[in-house]
């Protein structure tokens, strides 16, 4: 019986990583078949290039304990398959957010080390609010337990903007209840229960469910206990949550019996715990000039925005001749002062040089778009100063925008004093 030839141009005039593509999806002169997945499609490979590339093909097609006939792999899916073999022949690979964990995973299964590397040079260079929700998913799908801490550490550490993606919502159950139950995420308590509440839409509409507030506490279940409803602010307990009607009454009752009457808390389900938070140093500061400021020690401050609520901790100070020298400090809200005492410079640390911390005793809700003015005067003479400051500082998602304060004797936007705040959420 006659057989259809082969096209004549598909050798001449080419690279060899075009030619060895042309054998693999054309199936010329194969001679293994492997059934994949659980479809157990048929896909045809050649022996050659199978146990040239990885040392698990070449004992099973050539050890000792050699499979004969068809080779069936039910744990890798056709696609997958196919991206890998493609891999094995040209070298090259197409990897994407939703691909590369299970190429990873096969890359690994088959001893493929140059693609293993790929693959996490690829996570390096991809891992964003955007796409490290679905690499987490992938991560726990196929039990690849290094990535999906590598993916946790990460999404923990950018949580505002990683609970606002879209792909938030894609997540499993188990997955969700992961990341909004750990007590390192670093957002304030409001963005965990929208990110929870978005996330039980997209559930009943996957359940193809009426999203009413009963089936969102359904799909939920035990995992909208997750947000620290304690500390949660005022207005939004009472407003959003109320309006919501997902948390059960009479867990509401019990949250506001506590929080205003100082009632114990009946129900165990109710975290009364706070989530950890690490503050980090939001520098204006340009160059560090070394020079005496002023003569007599007078009031130097900034005021400053927020686009998003934050705490501020504190605030950073220039050091004096004296050691652990301290200053009379102010916060105003506004023309209202929040905090008036006096506290001692901390010591300089390896990226603060010539400046310590100011710790506050307590945090300072920063409500986003209101006006902060933070003021010292120093116990002794400064010596140091910064010219060239920054106005507008981005870290994450959260700018905050600095401007001059009538209550500042010489410090501005551009030089002076008070060179960094310590906020968190």
């Known amino acids: 019986m006659a057989t259809t030839a082969p096209p004549s141009d598909w050798q001449g005039g080419k690279t060899l990583i075009e030619s060895f593509d042309h054998l693999l999806t054309s199936g010329i002169a194969s001679d293994v078949t492997f059934i994949v997945g659980e479809e157990r499609n048929r896909i045809s490979a ?116 990683v609970l606002r993606s879209a792909t938030f919502t894609d997540l499993c159950l188990n997955c969700m209840t992961c990341i909004s139950g750990s007590d390192d995420l670093k957002v304030v308590e409001n963005g965990v229960y929208e990110a929870i509440i978005r996330w039980s839409e997209a559930e009943c509409g996957r359940q193809n469910i009426k999203a009413t507030a009963g089936n969102r506490r359904d799909v939920l279940g035990e995992t909208l206990y997750n947000v620290r409803f304690l500390h949660l602010e005022e207005d939004f307990l009472l407003r959003r949550i109320c309006s919501d009607m997902v948390l059960r009454s009479d867990d509401l009752v019990d949250i506001i019996n506590h929080k205003k009457n100082n009632k114990p808390l009946l129900s165990e389900k109710l975290n009364a715990k706070r989530r950890s938070s690490f503050p980090w140093r939001i520098s204006r500061i340009g160059i560090v000039k070394h020079g005496q400021w002023t003569l007599m020690p007078t009031d130097e401050g900034i005021s400053f925005k927020s686009s998003v609520d934050l705490y501020m901790f504190g605030f950073g100070s220039f050091f004096t001749k004296v050691e652990r020298s301290s200053v009379d400090l102010k916060v105003f809200e506004d023309d209202v002062c929040l905090v008036q005492g006096t506290k001692l410079r901390g010591k300089q640390e390896p990226d603060t040089p010539y400046m310590g911390d100011i710790i506050l005793d307590n945090p300072i809700k920063i409500h986003a778009g209101k006006t902060y003015t933070v003021i010292e005067r120093s116990h002794h003479t400064i010596l140091h100063f910064f010219e060239k400051g920054i106005t507008k500082v981005t870290h994450q998602d959260i700018t905050i925008e600095f401007m001059n304060s009538s209550k500042s004797r010489s410090t501005t936007t551009d030089r002076g004093h008070i060179p960094y705040l310590i906020l968190s959420y």
């Open 46 to 161: 050649h022996r050659l290039v199978l146990l040239s590339r990885s040392p698990v093909f070449y004992a099973m097609l050539e050890g000792p304990m050699a499979e004969k006939g068809e080779i069936t792999i039910p744990d890798i899916s056709s696609e997958t398959f196919k991206l890998f073999l493609r891999y094995l022949y040209t070298d090259t690979i197409d990897l994407t957010d939703r691909n590369v964990v299970p190429v990873l995973n096969v890359a690994r299964k088959y001893c493929v080390d140059i693609l293993v590397s790929l693959c996490g040079e690829f996570f390096a260079k991809n891992l964003t609010v955007d796409s490290a929700c679905v690499l987490f998913e992938q991560s726990h799908v196929f039990v690849m337990e290094s990535l999906r801490q590598q993916c946790l550490q990460f999404i923990l550490n950018n949580a505002p903007g």
